[in-house]
């Protein structure tokens, strides 16, 4: 992308721009790059603010078309004004108007979001709008409950929740379920026919993998949480939720393992983040060792990066010289990150679904 010639609008049009000042992603590459356009700062704060400031609409917009056309005609309509003098104030007459007429636009787009979406969507009327017939498994117990799918997928099926399916998945073009509560899945392979949960106003897609999720009825919160592969996560209200439902690529916004999705049902607003707890990865022995003799930092966290799967963002050559002695191997992911940032005098933080590391390095040996 050639975002050092990008305008305010395009910027606004820019997936990746847009996670980034919502939820932080990509953050190293947004500070390089400001940091290499310093030129470029003011459109971006100008670009920043307008989403900052629609972070609480829903997620469903006008078409990146439409948005387009609103702006030309804000374009054209400050064309038209008089010409300026040369030497003029920071917020002139003409930036004010830009900027009136923008706000005029989220205005508009803040209202189309807001009429145009129902207040909430219940297992109940999604149960009842199934094209096909589906059949329902109730837990009254105390402890879970394993259900077991047409397509050999299971489903431990937590205590006050409800699972509908349909008899048979041969004659579908995809496997589509629905949840009321909280359960396990692990999800069959089938590349040619995509597993869907409906929890809500939440769909997961996958094509095979294990996670689990909770969305009790009632409740104003729907989270996601993935145990091996990927799913890819929208919902309801997503303009091309169609697309997403019927093909067979995973596609919206993707988790992997050992992150974790939540949804709320008041604002229809997705964040990532980490788990509370990551887990080794399945393909990781239980049995590996954690135990360190002099080791590099960049190879310990180049090890942590494979067995949890979790991105750790450090300064690779800052840290070359920095070697540590540390026995980790009974720690959880956090404490080992903990314990090697007090052998490296250094501190981390999780933004979003990464580790970040700041150290000052260490000198040559």
């Keep these: 992308m050639n975002y050092e010639n990008y305008e305010a609008d395009e910027f606004l049009l820019d997936s990746q721009f847009v996670d980034w000042v919502k939820t932080g992603q990509h953050d190293a590459f947004w500070q390089e790059f400001l940091h290499l356009h310093p030129a470029q700062r003011p459109t971006v704060d100008q670009a920043r603010a307008i989403i900052q400031a629609t972070a609480t609409l829903p997620l469903i917009a006008p078409t990146g078309e439409q948005i387009r056309q609103m702006w030309q005609t804000v374009e054209q309509s400050i064309q038209e004004q008089p010409t300026e003098p040369i030497i003029k104030p920071l917020w002139s007459a003409r930036t004010w108007l830009y900027w009136a007429a923008a706000s005029v636009i989220l205005l508009v787009i803040g209202t189309v979001w807001y009429t145009s979406q129902p207040t909430s969507v219940t297992y109940s009327q999604l149960v009842t709008q199934s094209a096909v017939a589906l059949q329902e498994v109730v837990n009254t117990g105390t402890t879970p409950k394993l259900v077991r799918l047409p397509d050999g997928s ?212």
């Excluded at 996958?206 to 993935?226: C, H, K, M, Y």
């Excluded at 019927?246 to 988790?255: A, E, I, K, M, W």
């Excluded at 399945?282 to 590996?288: F, R």
């Excluded at 067995?307 to 050559?317: K, L, Q, S």
């Design 154 to 365: 299971t489903v431990r099926l937590e205590t006050n929740s409800r699972l509908s399916y349909p008899a048979s998945f041969t004659a579908l073009a995809r496997r589509e379920v629905y949840l009321s509560g909280k359960a396990y899945f692990d999800v069959a392979r089938n590349a040619k026919q995509p597993f869907l949960v409906y929890a809500n106003e939440l769909i997961t897609k996958v094509l095979g993998t294990s996670f689990t999720i909770d969305a009790p009825e009632g409740n104003q919160r729907i989270t996601v949480d993935v145990r091996t592969g990927r799913v890819a996560v929208f919902t309801q209200y997503d303009p091309q939720i169609t697309e997403k439902q019927t093909n067979q690529l995973v596609s919206g916004l993707v988790v992997t393992a050992n992150q974790h999705i939540t949804f709320s049902r008041e604002t229809k607003q997705l964040a990532k983040s980490l788990v509370d707890q990551p887990a080794l990865l399945p393909t990781v022995p239980p049995t590996t060792s954690f135990d360190f003799d002099e080791t590099p930092a960049p190879v310990i966290f180049n090890a942590l990066e494979k067995a949890y799967g979790v991105e750790i963002v450090y300064d690779a050559e800052l840290l070359s010289n920095c070697r540590l002695t540390a026995s980790l191997t009974n720690e959880s992911l956090f404490d080992k990150v903990r314990l090697v940032c007090q052998g490296l005098d250094a501190t981390y933080e999780v933004i979003d679904t990464r580790i970040i590391i700041s150290a000052k390095g260490c000198s040559t040996p």
